[in-house]
Structure formats: C-alpha cells, structure tokens
C-alpha cells in the first residue's frame, strides 16, 4: 500500500497544522491509520491511531491538543495538531495497518519555532 501525506510546514509557537493522508493500492481493507513521528535524536513515537470502528488513540504527549479523524473504507486520515510546542518538531509519518502489518509513508516535516 502506498501512503501520501501532506500538510507539513513551519508554524509558530501556539499555532496550529492540519496532516492529511491518503492510502492507496491495497487489495485488503485498512484496519487502522494513524501517526508516527520522529524528531532529530529522538526515537520514533506513536502520534496518534484512529481503527476501522472508530476508535482512537493518542500519545500522552499530544491528548487534548491532537485530533485524529479519518474515513478508514475511503482510505483517508488526517491530524488537528493545536497548540503546537517547538517539542512537536519532527517529521510525521502516516501509517496503514492491514490484517496486523503495518506500512508507512515518506513523512512530512513538521516544524514549530518557538
């Protein structure tokens, strides 16, 4: 499957981005999407995980300031990412799971000056 992100940029302390991802070529159905991210020096972190029935999760560091939605049988995910600290700088990466195997895409930069 391949994964298409977009969104990334610069922003302000405080200030706010919108990620948005776009799956394709998959002959199964997703069963969940979501977000990695992976900032310089740092591992990678789980961001935030929407399933196929609706269900999300999200890093302690992103709750309340991070919104996952997505439409899973259309193939489409997207980050409300508010409040963004010069800690969320790194480069997020849009995930598929399907049947337990997971893909990822190239990544989109992320990067929140203080």
């Known amino acids: 499957v391949q994964l298409q992100a977009s969104g990334g940029g610069l922003v302000q302390a405080g200030g706010s981005l919108r990620l948005a991802c776009v799956a394709s070529?998959?002959?199964?159905?997703?069963?969940?999407m979501g977000w990695d991210r992976q900032a310089p020096g740092k591992q990678r972190e789980l961001v935030a995980t929407?399933?196929?029935?609706?269900?999300?999760f999200y890093a302690d560091s992103v709750k309340g300031r991070f919104t996952i939605s997505g439409d899973i049988p259309k193939n489409t995910v997207s980050l409300q990412m508010n409040s963004l600290t010069p800690e969320d700088t790194a480069v997020y990466y849009c995930?598929?799971?399907?049947?337990?195997?997971?893909?990822w895409g190239q990544g989109t930069q992320v990067t929140v000056s203080s």
């Open positions: 995930n598929a799971f399907i049947r337990g195997v997971g893909s």
């Open positions: 929407i399933t196929s029935t609706g269900r999300t």
């Open positions: 070529g998959s002959m199964f159905s997703i069963n969940a």
